[in-house]
């Protein structure tokens, strides 16, 4: 393959100052959902709820992006990346802050009422960001891009489990500190993100394609987008499901704490996520997005498998491999899928957040098969996941 440059097009203009301000976001958005699974098993225990009720915390979040997907995107379409940007930030904080008087009240309704404000604030977030990138440089880089971008994404979720971890297993249990401290942080960034300006790639193109009528290709006759976005809703169910039963998986089957288990979840599984991130960004320039794809699936297969029949010690270490195969999956179908979308980009990455409700769904449904049989026959549901991406990613050139 052609090596070009990442963030810097033919004619020679740059966008490193703008694609360095949307990397800060992708490591905002990786604490506030790793931080997720440590509250997963902190609830559990405090409030002495099921593993199928504790599974609402990410159902509330990832239904933030369900129901706030096609708004979000309206908003980006007429008033800019930079205004999702700061909607984003400011949801995010605010619902960080209301963790404060959560703790206090120690309501569960009320800690998932937080949640899903935050959720909704990072579909923001993501709806703006995650397509900015991909047009941030020729688009041969895409994949390469929003592969070293959400790098910075896996970082945040290295930090969010150990902090968790931190305030929520080591200390007295205090949940409230945490999130103010990060929704505080939040907030001062979206003061400095309104006072920058973020250029509107691809701005003109689209508004000459709204006033002349002309929209092309319908976005649902293009079969790599199509066949993206269920990839897409696949993978978040899968990462969600094995990010949030972690932790139960080396307590029940490894002979963990619940403590070791939330570092060896920080720097082991989101250490490998990182690491995998960085390097398919560099083999990127070498090897097809969608045949790193391909292998990347088939290891993520292997993995459940032994998670499944091998429980114990093993099927733990297959556990942690398994962050490393997830790694390129998100940002590598993400821009898959838009790659023939045309001038389309904005309305498709609406659709492709809204996808990221799977994450709401796999829980739910490993957490039942959990209470009922086992917990790690519940990564079967993982494992359907990782049979259909391989498929996407192996037949991605005839779509």
């Known amino acids: 393959m052609e090596k070009i440059g990442l963030v810097r097009t033919r004619d020679g203009r740059s966008f490193l100052v703008p694609f360095i301000l949307i990397t800060s976001l992708f490591f905002l958005w990786g604490v506030a959902h790793s931080i997720l699974d440590v509250l997963n098993k902190h609830f559990q225990d405090t409030m002495e709820i099921t593993r199928t009720r504790s599974a609402l915390i990410q159902a509330v979040v990832y239904g933030g992006y369900f129901v706030m997907a096609l708004p979000a995107g309206r908003l ?115 003061v400095v993100f309104s006072r920058v300006k973020l250029p509107e790639i691809g701005q ?64 082991g599984g989101m250490g490998l996520f990182m690491l995998g991130r960085m390097g398919g960004s560099w083999l990127m320039r070498f090897v097809k997005g969608e045949k790193v794809l391909a292998a990347c699936a088939a290891g993520g297969l292997i993995c459940m498998a032994a998670v499944i029949f091998l429980p114990g010690s093993i099927g733990w270490y297959f556990l942690l491999l398994c962050f490393l195969c997830e790694s390129i999956m998100f940002p590598t179908i993400f821009s898959l899928s838009l790659r023939h979308v045309d001038k389309k980009t904005k309305q498709a990455s609406s659709y492709l957040i809204m996808s990221i409700v799977g994450g709401a769904i796999a829980p739910m449904w490993m957490g039942f098969i959990a209470d009922h049989i086992s917990m790690a026959t519940g990564f079967i549901v993982p494992l359907v996941c990782f049979v259909e991406i391989l498929w996407f990613a192996t037949q991605y050139k005839k779509l």
């Open 204 to 267: 003109e193109a689209e508004k000459k394609e709204a006033e002349t009528g002309k929209s092309g290709t319908s976005l649902w006759k293009t079969a790599s987008f199509t066949m993206g976005l269920l990839s897409l809703f696949l993978y978040v169910a899968a990462q969600t499901g094995i990010n949030s039963f972690f932790i139960n998986y080396a307590t029940e089957n490894a002979g963990v704490t619940a403590q070791t288990a939330s570092v060896w979840l920080s720097f």
């Open 76 to 190: 980006i379409r007429r008033f800019g990346y930079r205004t999702g940007v700061l909607t984003g930030l400011v949801l995010y904080g605010i619902g960080a802050l209301l963790f404060i008087p959560g703790g206090r009240i120690q309501s569960f309704e009320f800690f998932l009422l937080a949640l899903f404000v935050i959720g909704c604030g990072l579909t923001c977030l993501e709806t703006a960001s995650n397509p900015y990138v991909t047009v941030l440089g020729e688009p041969e880089g895409s994949e390469r891009r929003i592969n070293l971008a959400q790098s910075f994404n896996g970082l945040g979720w290295i930090c969010g489990p150990l902090i968790g971890g931190f305030f929520l297993f080591a200390g007295d249990g205090d949940v409230a500190t945490p999130y103010a401290v990060l929704g505080t942080v939040v907030l001062l960034i979206a």
